[in-house]
């Protein structure tokens, strides 16, 4: 099974500032048959199911603003809030789809600070 | 709009059996393969379960190999989760996902997500 392992488990970001959470999986989500890497973001809000953000490690899914992104390839990947607002509080999970079973990460909190 | 509703969660016994539902609507049901995911009180997501469109692909997660079994019938546009021989590390919200992806179990993230059902095992 591929281990996927987030960092940090939380941080307090002030708001209007950067916030970056990086996802490391235990083995390639690289395809390189469509060299797509198979890695996806959620958030979830208190109270609410995870929210699709990010999906082929870099494509933002429609509705999502732009100060999210989502980058990396292979075993390393980074989403990153570009200016903090206060509705992105919330736990972000990192998922690869590569192999079964699909795994998450832990989960990373981000508060205000 | 797609929805999923899930159903079915509630207080059981260790050893009992539970069966949950979900109701898909505002897409075509059996063009995508469809997952369970849980999460236990304050933890992280789990994936617990998934078949592909015609139901032909399925696997499910270590932790509930042989008791808890995944189905779908197309026609009523449902998927279910039949759990059996609960356990206490069973108890949690659980999820129902649309995947994008039609025949594999991978290969596609999940776009939407119902609000879950919470199954609590306790004696």
């Known amino acids: 099974d591929i281990v996927m392992t987030q960092s940090p488990d939380s941080l307090a970001v002030s708001l209007g500032e950067r916030a970056t959470i990086n996802c490391k999986s235990s083995?390639?989500?690289?395809?390189?048959?469509?060299?797509?890497?198979?890695l996806s973001w959620y958030q979830q809000k208190p109270g609410q199911p995870p929210k699709l953000l990010i999906y082929?490690?870099?494509t933002r899914e429609s509705g999502v603003p732009d100060r999210f992104s989502g980058s990396g390839s292979g075993t390393d990947f980074t989403l990153t809030i570009s200016s903090l607002q206060a509705e992105d509080v919330a736990v972000y999970y990192c998922?690869?789809?590569?192999?079964?079973?699909?795994?998450f990460g832990q989960g990373t909190k981000v508060e205000i600070k | 709009e797609v929805q999923l509703v899930e159903s079915g969660g509630g207080l059981v016994q260790p050893g009992r059996s539970l069966r949950l539902s979900c109701a898909a609507s505002g897409f075509n049901f059996d063009d995508f393969a469809m997952h369970w995911v849980r999460q236990a009180p304050g933890k992280g997501l789990e994936w617990v379960a998934g078949?592909?469109?015609?139901?032909?692909?399925?696997a499910y997660a270590d932790s509930v190999k042989g008791r808890f079994t995944i189905s779908r019938d197309n026609a009523e546009n449902s998927l279910y989760l039949q759990m059996n021989s609960l356990r206490a590390e069973d108890m949690a919200l659980y999820y129902c996902?649309?995947?994008?992806?039609?025949?594999?179990?991978?290969?596609?993230?999940?776009?939407?997500w119902g609000q879950g059902t919470l199954v609590t095992v306790s004696s």
């Open positions: 996902a649309k995947s994008v992806v039609k025949a594999a179990i991978n290969k596609g993230y999940f776009d939407y």
């Open positions: 082929w490690a870099s």
């Open positions: 998922h690869q789809y590569y192999s079964t079973p699909p795994k």
């Open positions: 083995q390639s989500v690289l395809y390189s048959s469509n060299n797509k890497n198979y």
């Open positions: 078949l592909s469109w015609n139901s032909a692909s399925i």
